[in-house]
């Protein structure tokens, strides 16, 4: 186990870095900032010099990977890390100096166990892409075929046990401190950015991912899954189909191939609204740099490492609140935060109905150019403040995945309406799956499996309570208490009889030892 010693001596040396990009600073002006990590930013900024204007990206790429990683997180929770930090940590590229092709080339043959020229005719030694985690290169197989070929930086995986453990010592002496810090609930923000980083650092998961993914959206036309080689992907290798396109950020190029970018952007929307409360899978990272756009104007999503997952009760919430938003049903939207229990039975319904009001009027009828997603989601988490809703750890990649495709889509059209784009398919998939066909429809499958249960569970009962049969059973036994066990009838009587017992029985076993002696 890592001393406290050494988290703290890391903690401080983040400080540093974080204080003279002028990150700190606004932490301690926070006033829900703790007491005792105020005073920790004092002393980690003595003697550095601040500029004006805090740069928390620029201080977590100069952390390291995993705080690169970690400042893509915290983007999502400016209730967190505050509105202007969320702003500044979304324009956090994660991209770093790619590794020597040598060092590269070495980790591909020592993950395969075999020479490099058994897997690939040719490789380009110059990276494609190089990100914290991993470095993609462009390869030929030897069957011919044109592929990417993403590979782990060596010794990533060991860095990021060492930073996330320091992460998960400070979360819980940070939510040890009560008040707004524990309902924040840093330990688990943490704890799922774990789980979500280690996903990212074996490349079967993200390859796996990518499959499911295809096969969720086989039907969906004008969006795209490259097709995984499995035969050369293992742990710390990924190889995929390679992808001929133009970035979805590179509007003048799409604009000159002749697409159309309003049917682009509504593509994209409706796509990642498919993933999301259709499949309950969705790619959680849709940034500009993993979308492209094929010839015929297929989208194409490349990196799967992070992807989100919402279960079908949740997805049902979720709908009917993007329904309730887009329609101006607040009562009912507030009924499903009280029914999910996200907001704590003591509050009432009609005051959190009036309060969501005053996010969801501003929004209803205006282009997303005017208002934004995003802005929604800040109002949304003073409510929660107010409220005493705590952090719902399903609903953070899908809010930070929404931002991303507000962006994307109002950079390609600036006149798209998020909602009204949204709301036909919302209104459409509620009325599939939670209309009333759709319940009797559950019912009658709920009922049939519960049926189909029935002659399991009386084997199950049968085994619990097996037949009576065989050899008779034996008479009841009378309960005699024995001479030791015997409870107390008189004060120092417990303790007298067990003695004499256990002398006369020793003395007797003497006694027969020396008779047999004595007889040999």
């Not at 959206?217 to 995984?228: E, Q, R």
């Not at 995945?401 to 709301?423: C, F, R």
């Not at 008479?475 to 256990?502: A, M, N, V």
């Given at each position: 186990m890592t001393?406290h010693?050494t988290?703290i001596?890391?903690?401080?040396?983040?400080?540093r870095i974080?204080a003279r990009?002028?990150?700190?600073r606004?932490?301690e002006?926070?006033?829900?900032?703790?007491?005792q990590?105020?005073r920790?930013?004092?002393?980690?900024?003595?003697?550095t010099?601040?500029?004006k204007?805090?740069d928390?990206?620029?201080?977590?790429r100069?952390?390291?990977?995993?705080?690169?990683?970690?400042?893509?997180?915290?983007?999502?929770?400016p209730?967190?890390?505050?509105?202007?930090a969320?702003?500044?940590?979304?324009s956090?590229?994660?991209?770093l100096?790619?590794?020597?092709f040598?060092e590269?080339?070495?980790?591909?043959?020592?993950?395969?166990?075999?020479p490099i020229?058994s897997?690939?005719?040719?490789?380009?030694?110059v990276?494609?892409?190089?990100?914290?985690?991993?470095?993609v290169h462009?390869?030929?197989?030897?069957?011919?075929r044109t592929?990417?070929?993403?590979?782990l930086?060596?010794?990533?995986?060991e860095?990021f046990?060492?930073?996330?453990?320091?992460?998960e010592?400070?979360?819980?002496?940070?939510e040890?401190?009560?008040?707004?810090a524990?309902?924040?609930?840093?330990?688990?923000?943490?704890?799922?950015?774990?789980?979500?980083?280690?996903?990212e650092?074996?490349?079967?998961r993200?390859?796996?991912?990518?499959?499911?993914l295809?096969?969720?959206?086989?039907a969906?036309?004008?969006?795209?899954?490259?097709?995984?080689?499995w035969?050369?992907t293992?742990?710390?290798v990924?190889?995929?189909?390679?992808?001929?396109g133009i970035?979805?950020?590179?509007?003048?190029?799409?604009a000159?191939a002749g697409?159309?970018l309003?049917?682009?952007?509504?593509?994209?929307?409706?796509?990642?609204l498919?993933?999301?409360?259709?499949?309950?899978f969705?790619?959680?990272?849709?940034h500009q740099g993993n979308?492209?756009?094929?010839?015929?104007?297929?989208i194409?999503a490349?990196?799967?490492g992070?992807?989100?997952?919402i279960d079908?009760?949740?997805r049902?919430w979720?709908?009917?609140?993007?329904?309730?938003?887009?329609?101006?049903?607040?009562?009912?939207?507030a009924?499903?935060?009280f029914?999910?229990q996200y907001v704590p039975s003591?509050?009432n319904?009609?005051?959190f109905?009036?309060?969501?009001?005053a996010?969801?009027?501003p929004?209803?009828?205006?282009?997303?150019?005017?208002?934004?997603?995003?802005q929604m989601?800040?109002?949304?988490?003073?409510?929660?403040r107010?409220?005493d809703?705590q952090?719902?750890p399903?609903?953070?990649l899908?809010?930070?995945?929404?931002?991303?495709?507000?962006?994307?889509?109002?950079q390609?059209?600036?006149?798209i309406?998020?909602?009204d784009?949204?709301?036909?398919?919302?209104r459409?998939w509620?009325?599939d799956?939670?209309?009333?066909?759709?319940?009797?429809?559950?019912?009658?499958?709920?009922?049939?499996?519960?049926l189909?249960r029935i002659?399991?569970?009386?084997?199950?009962i049968?085994?619990?309570f097996?037949?009576?049969g065989?050899?008779?059973e034996?008479?009841?036994?009378?309960?005699?208490?024995?001479?030791?066990?015997?409870k107390?009838?008189?004060?120092g009587?417990e303790?007298?009889?067990?003695?004499?017992?256990?002398?006369?029985?020793?003395a007797?076993?003497?006694?027969?030892?020396?008779?047999?002696?004595?007889?040999?």
């Amino acid at each position: 186990m890592t001393r406290h010693s050494t988290h703290i001596f890391r903690l401080l040396k983040w400080g540093r870095i974080l204080a003279r990009h002028g990150a700190l600073r606004p932490i301690e002006q926070n006033p829900n900032t703790p007491e005792q990590v105020r005073r920790l930013c004092k002393l980690a900024r003595f003697g550095t010099v601040q500029p004006k204007e805090p740069d928390f990206a620029g201080a977590f790429r100069a952390i390291g990977p995993a705080a690169i990683k970690l400042g893509q997180t915290l983007a999502t929770r400016p209730d967190i890390v505050g509105e202007d930090a969320a702003r500044n940590l979304l324009s956090l590229q994660d991209s770093l100096p790619p590794v020597d092709f040598d060092e590269i080339a070495k980790a591909i043959e020592r993950s395969f166990e075999r020479p490099i020229d058994s897997l690939y005719e040719h490789i380009d030694p110059v990276p494609v892409g190089a990100a914290s985690i991993a470095q993609v290169h462009k390869a030929v197989t030897t069957d011919g075929r044109t592929v990417a070929v993403k590979v782990l930086r060596p010794g990533i995986r060991e860095q990021f046990a060492r930073d996330i453990e320091t992460y998960e010592w400070a979360a819980a002496h940070l939510e040890g401190l009560g008040g707004e810090a524990k309902r924040l609930r840093p330990r688990l923000v943490i704890a799922n950015f774990k789980r979500w980083t280690l996903r990212e650092l074996d490349l079967r998961r993200e390859a796996a991912s990518a499959s499911e993914l295809a096969e969720a959206m086989h039907a969906v036309p004008g969006y795209c899954i490259p097709s995984v080689d499995w035969d050369r992907t293992n742990g710390r290798v990924m190889t995929i189909e390679w992808i001929d396109g133009i970035k979805i950020s590179n509007h003048e190029a799409l604009a000159e191939a002749g697409h159309d970018l309003p049917s682009i952007a509504q593509r994209l929307v409706l796509a990642f609204l498919r993933q999301a409360i259709s499949a309950g899978f969705f790619h959680a990272d849709m940034h500009q740099g993993n979308l492209f756009v094929r010839a015929d104007g297929t989208i194409v999503a490349i990196d799967f490492g992070i992807m989100g997952r919402i279960d079908r009760r949740a997805r049902a919430w979720l709908a009917e609140i993007l329904y309730g938003l887009t329609t101006g049903n607040y009562r009912r939207v507030a009924e499903i935060h009280f029914e999910a229990q996200y907001v704590p039975s003591y509050h009432n319904v009609d005051e959190f109905a009036t309060a969501l009001r005053a996010v969801g009027e501003p929004m209803r009828g205006k282009p997303v150019s005017e208002l934004s997603v995003g802005q929604m989601l800040d109002g949304l988490f003073a409510i929660t403040r107010d409220f005493d809703m705590q952090t719902q750890p399903h609903l953070l990649l899908l809010q930070k995945t929404m931002v991303m495709v507000e962006g994307i889509a109002t950079q390609l059209d600036p006149s798209i309406n998020l909602w009204d784009t949204a709301a036909p398919y919302v209104r459409e998939w509620i009325r599939d799956e939670l209309g009333p066909e759709a319940a009797i429809a559950d019912r009658i499958r709920t009922d049939t499996e519960t049926l189909l249960r029935i002659p399991d569970l009386i084997r199950r009962i049968e085994d619990r309570f097996p037949p009576k049969g065989g050899a008779p059973e034996p008479p009841p036994l009378t309960d005699i208490e024995l001479i030791w066990e015997r409870k107390e009838r008189q004060p120092g009587s417990e303790s007298i009889l067990p003695y004499l017992l256990s002398a006369f029985l020793g003395a007797g076993a003497v006694y027969g030892a020396m008779l047999a002696g004595l007889l040999g």
